[in-house]
């Protein structure tokens, strides 16, 4: 479950990503499994955008392959999920398109959007994932002064009184995308107004939102149940192709 919101949403938001043939940068906030999870679809994403459009190389080549920042309170959990990625690079070799993983560990939960490195890291990033779950703001209005294009997927958050990015910051982003309706009853879209845009309408081929992006997007995702059922699906239908797996009785 845990990589269908950043997977969809990042799937698709690859595609508009500035970096002209440079090194995609991605900032995550957070450590845990829920970060790990969307850096892995959004990496898989990217590796098969490059893939697929022949934009800036082929995954293996260098120029291709992603800046990973981790912004977490504990720099041990950040380190830990740095060690991971990169053992997961090493094993997958070439299909995977990671480069370098740095660390900023900050001093409470709010991830101290004052700190220089953070906003520097902010300011260059193409995708910046928010996976903490966290009650306050970890990033704000002032931290994308810089940026221009990026695209800013909030998993982590999911009740009314949470919030990872603040109204400042939501008011910078050109546009916003939710995955359901059920997005807009997270703290995170309190003030968003009729804004927002439900993904599946973005998707839809007659959509201007299909355009490169000039400014930068916030994709509010909680998950859908539709969403796991299709992801299920092609699961077995792979698992079967591949004559993987066992059929359980169940009754």
């Known amino acids: 479950t845990m990589l269908i919101p950043g997977g969809l949403g990042s799937d698709h938001l690859m595609g508009h990503l500035g970096t002209n043939g440079g090194r995609p940068r991605v900032v995550v906030f957070g450590a845990g499994m829920q970060a790990e999870q969307h850096v892995r679809a959004a990496l898989s994403a990217l590796n098969t955008y490059r893939a697929e459009s022949g934009g800036g190389g082929t995954p293996g080549q ?8 981790i912004v977490n309170r504990s ?35 709010s991830a101290d959007s004052a700190s220089s490195d953070v906003r520097r890291a902010v300011s260059a990033a193409h995708l910046i994932l928010l996976a903490t779950g966290s009650d306050v703001p970890v990033l704000h209005g002032r931290d994308l002064n810089g940026a221009t294009a990026a695209v800013i997927c909030g998993a ?10 603040d109204p400042a910051a939501v008011a910078k982003c050109g546009e ?37 992006l000039s400014k930068c997007v916030f994709y509010k995702t909680v998950g859908t149940s539709v969403q796991d059922v299709a992801s299920a699906e092609h699961v077995i239908r792979l698992a079967r ?9 169940m009754s």
């Open 156 to 165: 982590g958050s999911y009740a009314a009184h949470q919030s990872e990015i």
């Open 176 to 212: 916003v995308w939710i995955d359901s309706p059920a997005a807009l009853d997270v703290g995170d879209l309190a003030s968003c107004g009729d804004r927002a845009e439900v993904l599946a309408d973005v998707l839809n081929p007659d959509s201007s939102s299909g355009t490169p």
């Open 241 to 249: 192709q591949e004559g993987l797996g066992v059929d359980v009785d």
């Open 62 to 69: 260098a120029q291709s392959k992603a800046v990973v920042t």
């Open 75 to 109: 720099r041990d959990r950040a380190e830990m999920l740095k060690n991971w990625l990169l053992a997961a690079e090493t094993a997958a070799g070439d299909r995977v398109c990671l480069g370098a993983v740095h660390t900023i560990a900050t001093s409470d939960g």
